[in-house]
C-alpha cells in the first residue's frame, strides 16, 4: 500500500532550521508532483511548497526566500528545508503526492518555533 512518512520535526528557536522529509513507498514516485502543507491550530490547512515531476518549485509568498523543497527520486524522498523559522511557522506539517486522480498523504510531523 502507499505510505508516505516524515520526519524532521520538533522544537527550534526563532531564526533556526529544520530539514523534513518525506520518504514515499507504494508509488511511482518520479512521476508525482510532491508538496508540504501545513496546519495551524484552529487554522485551515495551506499549501506551503510543491514540487513537480520536472523539479519546478512553486511557494506560498511567507515562506519565499526562507524554504526550500527538493526531490532525490533515487531515495524517493522529498525534502523541505525550512531557515529563518519564525513562530508564525509552527504548525503540523505534511507531505503529500499527486498524480492524475491519486492523491496522498503523509500523517504529520509536528514543528515548533519558540523561545
Known amino acids: 500500500q502507499v505510505q508516505l512518512v516524515e520526519s524532521g520535526g520538533g522544537l527550534v528557536q526563532p531564526g533556526g532550521s529544520l530539514r523534513l522529509s518525506c520518504s514515499a513507498s507504494?508509488?511511482?514516485?518520479?512521476?508525482?508532483?510532491m508538496g508540504w502543507y501545513r496546519q495551524a491550530p484552529g487554522k485551515q490547512r495551506e499549501l506551503v511548497a510543491t514540487i513537480t515531476s520536472g523539479d519546478n518549485t512553486d511557494y506560498t509568498d511567507s515562506v519565499q526566500g526562507r524554504f526550500t523543497i527538493s526531490r532525490d527520486n533515487a531515495k524517493n524522498t522529498v525534502y523541505l528545508q525550512m531557515n529563518s523559522l519564525k513562530p508564525e511557522d509552527t504548525a503540523v506539517y505534511y507531505c503529500?503526492?499527486?498524480?492524475?486522480?491519486?492523491?496522498?498523504w503523509g500523517q504529520g510531523t509536528q514543528v515548533t518555533v519558540s523561545s
Open positions: 507504494g508509488i511511482v514516485f518520479s512521476i508525482y508532483a
Open positions: 503529500n503526492a499527486k498524480f492524475k486522480i491519486f492523491d496522498y
